[in-house]
């Protein structure tokens, strides 16, 4: 039975993907992991042969290139940008060449994979390293999370099968939440006026997108 949170997220949480990249859209076929210790190294035999390729301690290379590639452990499937807009439109509005394009991203996980005592506390927004998405099949087919411990960098050329977006209101909650992760401090719904002692709504002191400049 779908919980009163969860309602209230599927009601507001979802919106049409846009016509470039935002902040907040679910992708498929996304790469999240880990790099690993000890770091190991994949030096390409610049052969067309697949799979030939020496791998190696990093201590121990027998010689040094300005790129190597790295070896991650991880799973492939849906991701969520994190970057704001404005910083994923930076490097285009800088003229830079598209196959330059970078942006932050974080792994999508069924709830399910978390103990049954955190679930309903990461639904209430109450936990900070997971952002929730209820489900929107066929993308999303169950209540899922968003891990924010795992952020980072892919090639903007990797996103390519957008899924859904974000409504705004789930944007701003988005903005709250990592506000919270990455400072460990956390905004109150409302704060008393110190004239009247009345609520003043906390979304007030935070200046978003469309109320001032990207």
Aim: glycine content about 8%; charged content about 20%.
């Amino acid at each position: 039975m779908e919980s009163k949170d969860e309602a209230h997220l599927v009601e507001e949480w979802y919106a049409p993907l846009g016509e470039a990249l935002s902040q907040g859209d679910i992708v498929d076929v996304v790469p999240s992991g880990l790099i690993d210790a000890p770091l190991t190294i994949c030096q390409p035999n610049n052969t067309s042969e697949i799979g030939k390729s020496n791998y190696w301690p990093y201590e121990q290379l027998p010689k040094h290139r300005g790129v190597e590639f790295i070896h991650a452990k991880g799973l492939v499937g849906l991701g969520m940008v994190i970057w704001p807009d404005c910083q994923i439109d930076k490097l285009k509005n800088q003229g830079r060449p598209q196959q330059d394009w970078f942006v932050g991203i974080a792994p999508v996980h069924p709830i399910t994979r978390l103990p049954l005592p955190v679930r309903s506390k990461v639904t209430e927004l109450n936990r900070a390293q997971y952002f929730p998405l209820p489900p929107n099949p066929p993308s999303i087919t169950e209540l899922s999370y968003v891990d924010l411990r795992y952020i980072w960098s892919v090639r903007f050329s990797l996103l390519k099968a957008r899924q859904v977006a974000l409504t705004e209101v789930a944007r701003q909650a988005l903005a709250f939440h990592l506000f919270w992760f990455l400072t460990e401090v956390r905004g109150r719904q409302s704060v008393p006026c110190p004239h009247c002692a009345g609520p003043v709504d906390a979304g007030a002191f935070f200046q978003f997108k469309d109320q001032g400049e990207g």
